[in-house]
């Protein structure tokens, strides 16, 4: 009787251990099945952020392509502006029934962003800008400014004329001089300016 209690409070014993281990194996596989579930969502967030990466990564590659081809067209225009040897001139005419003067793109291109200044004894009288000017066009300048001065002018040459024993050959005139900022047709940017004496006699 005495050996069955052992041999049962062996068991026993044993069933408690194997107990045991298998609660702690038990633990242990939970403990590794989350730490697997955690590595899983790691794993699975590192794909979704080398995704994004990547997806980052070709825009970036998007807008360097789009700038180098964007510099590639700057490059070529400055290229263009550089060897640009187009000829342009410049005519000044002036109505003097109309007191208006006549700024003439006196050749076949066209002009753009056309700004205008009229001088007179280094003050500005007349000023105006267009955005463009087709070849052999003109832009207007009418004010009485022009004819006032010429007609101030030439009150003064008959003063002198009236004078005995003097004569002074010549009509009275209005000296302007006439600053012109363009752009070619290549898109080079340019500048001329026009000295001119109007008169009652010039015409456009």
Request: hydrophobic content about 40%.
């Amino acid at each position: 009787m005495v050996w069955f209690n052992v041999i049962g409070l062996v068991l026993s014993a044993i069933g408690c251990v194997t107990g045991c281990i298998a609660l702690f194996q038990t633990h242990r596989g939970n403990k590794l099945s989350k730490d697997a579930n955690g590595t899983a969502e790691e794993a699975n967030r590192i794909s979704i952020d080398s995704k994004r990466i990547a997806k980052q990564a070709n825009g970036l590659a998007g807008k360097a392509n789009e700038i180098a081809a964007d510099a590639n067209s700057i490059s070529q225009r400055a290229l263009a502006v550089t060897a640009d040897q187009t000829v342009y001139k410049w005519r000044v005419g002036y109505d003097g029934d109309a007191s208006t003067v006549f700024l003439v793109n006196d050749c076949p291109n066209m002009a753009r962003d056309v700004q205008v200044f009229i001088r007179n004894e280094d003050q500005t009288v007349a000023q105006r800008h267009v955005d463009e000017v087709a070849p052999f066009g003109e832009i207007v300048f009418e004010d009485e400014f022009f004819a006032q001065k010429i007609f101030e002018d030439q009150a003064g040459v008959d003063r002198l004329n009236a004078q005995p024993g003097f004569t002074f050959i010549g009509r009275g005139g209005c000296k302007v001089n006439v600053h012109v900022v363009y752009t070619t047709e290549l898109g080079g940017r340019r500048s001329d300016e026009i000295e001119q004496r109007l008169t009652n006699t010039q015409r456009h």
